[in-house]
């Protein structure tokens, strides 16, 4: 896999049906596939990395956890694959979010997407506003 460091920000939209259109610089990118995640204790968005980046991810943080005799490190590998999707982008580049994620980050209309360096984030831009307004950053 080449590698691709994501940037920038974006605002899309989430349609009806639950689709987003990724940005157009990263199509290509994810023209393949996207693996969709949603980190229960972390920030409130959906990340969407590259089938190999979420590999890469996986063996350097999930695999070394010690399922069978940690019962967090078993608890949260579950909670990472519970929340985890392996989508198709469509011939617009859009990727379908699962209706639970779009109900637990009260996903509708606009959307901003976010590069961070290895996957994209799916904000609510209220929750984004609000986290950077707490943080004294971006907003």
Same mark, same amino acid.
């Given at each position: ?8 920000e974006?605002?899309?939209?989430? #349609? ?8 157009? @610089?990263?199509?290509?990118? *994810?023209?393949?596939g996207?693996?969709?995640?949603? *980190?229960?204790? #972390? ?15 996986? &063996? ?8 069978? =005799? ?5 608890w @949260? ?8 999707? =392996?989508?198709?982008p469509?011939?617009?580049? @859009? ?21 961070? @360096? ?10 984004? &506003? ?10």
């Amino acid at each position: 896999m080449e590698r691709v460091l994501l940037s920038g920000e974006f605002e899309h939209t989430v #349609d009806p049906k639950g689709r987003v259109t990724l940005p157009a @610089r990263y199509r290509d990118y *994810f023209s393949r596939g996207a693996v969709l995640v949603r *980190f229960q204790d #972390d920030e409130p968005c959906v990340r969407v990395y590259h089938p190999d980046a979420w590999r890469e991810f996986d &063996a350097k943080y999930i695999e070394p956890l010690n399922v069978f =005799e940690n019962p967090d490190h078993s608890w @949260r590998t579950r909670e990472i694959y519970r929340n985890q999707d =392996e989508v198709e982008p469509d011939r617009q580049g @859009r990727v379908l979010i699962p209706a639970q994620r779009i109900r637990e980050l009260g996903l509708s209309g606009k959307v901003k997407i976010i590069g961070n @360096r290895t996957h994209l984030e799916i904000w609510n831009p209220e929750t984004l &506003a609000e986290l950077e307004r707490k943080r004294g950053g971006h907003a």
